[in-house]
């Protein structure tokens, strides 16, 4: 039994998707939260920029007594995961290896749809771990750099003209490709699921980077003996680096809890 919280970040709002699922698998796990808000989106920059931001992250995460840090986002697990599990020496997990295998699952007809941030899909990480789980399987990759940003403004729900426009653009080559599964490679794609499922139909499975990495994680900590176990419903904190009112408004509704009383703001180029 391990009482000490699990740590999870992200560059924003997209981490929820793991904090959510992991509420979900894990109810009386303590959740540490941090969302890069000042610094979104991470999937534009460069890959050393993105470890030095990954290293803050986590520096800022380990002033807290952790039993185990999540990447809960694609571009810093397909960038930077080997740095930060060489540097740190409690599990650091990521949610590449576990989406890409429950795709490699997943598929019927060998061809699989990728979606993800420019550096995720620069990396190749996630057909790396395709091919290995599933040799000669056709992955399509597509980056979709207009999602993160969208979604940090609140704009991910059906019918708004300007997301469907958008996703509609990018996701048309898979639908004529006829990919029968899709990864949403960041994880703050299962924000626009709704979106994204309509578009491509129900004969698309869609697979969730974000739920998949909590997954892993779950296993992992039982696999190691280090659930919090026999206590009550686990508590959640959550840090943002820039305002937190808004960080507050969005994840609440995402949620479906209210998170305002437990949000605090942290100026991450200090770590």
């Not at 979104?40 to 840090?69: C, H, M, N, W």
Request: hydrophobic share 40%.
């Amino acid at each position: 039994m391990d009482e000490r919280p699990i740590g999870v970040f992200d560059s924003g709002l997209g981490g929820l998707t793991t904090v959510r699922e992991l509420c979900r698998l894990l109810p009386e796990e303590d959740i540490v939260y941090f969302g890069d808000t000042g610094r979104v989106p991470y999937g534009s920059r460069s890959r050393e920029t993105i470890i030095k931001y990954a290293r803050q992250d986590v520096a800022f995460l380990r002033t807290f007594d952790l039993k185990a840090v999540v990447i809960a986002c694609g571009t810093v697990s397909t960038t930077a995961l080997d740095v930060l599990a060489a540097e740190n020496e409690l599990p650091v997990l990521g949610v590449v290896a576990p989406a890409a295998q429950a795709a490699a699952r997943a598929t019927r007809n060998g061809r699989i749809g990728l979606i993800g941030t420019q550096a995720s899909i620069r990396s190749g990480a996630y057909e790396r771990c395709i091919e290995q789980a599933r040799p000669g399987t056709q992955v399509l990759p597509q980056p979709c750099p207009l999602f993160v940003p969208l979604v940090e403004n609140g704009r991910f729900a059906p019918g708004d003209v300007v997301i469907e426009t958008v996703a509609a653009e990018y996701l048309a080559p898979l639908k004529q490709a006829g990919v029968d599964t899709l990864v949403l490679g960041c994880t703050h794609y299962p924000l626009l699921e709704s979106v994204i499922g309509n578009y491509m139909g129900p004969g698309v499975t869609l697979v969730s980077a974000g739920a998949e990495g909590a997954r892993a994680v779950a296993e992992t900590l039982r696999e190691r003996s280090a659930l919090a176990g026999g206590r009550g419903r686990g508590a959640c904190r959550y840090f943002v680096s820039d305002r937190v009112e808004d960080f507050s408004r969005l994840a609440s509704i995402f949620l479906g809890w209210d998170v305002a009383d437990s949000v605090g703001q942290v100026e991450i180029g200090r770590y």
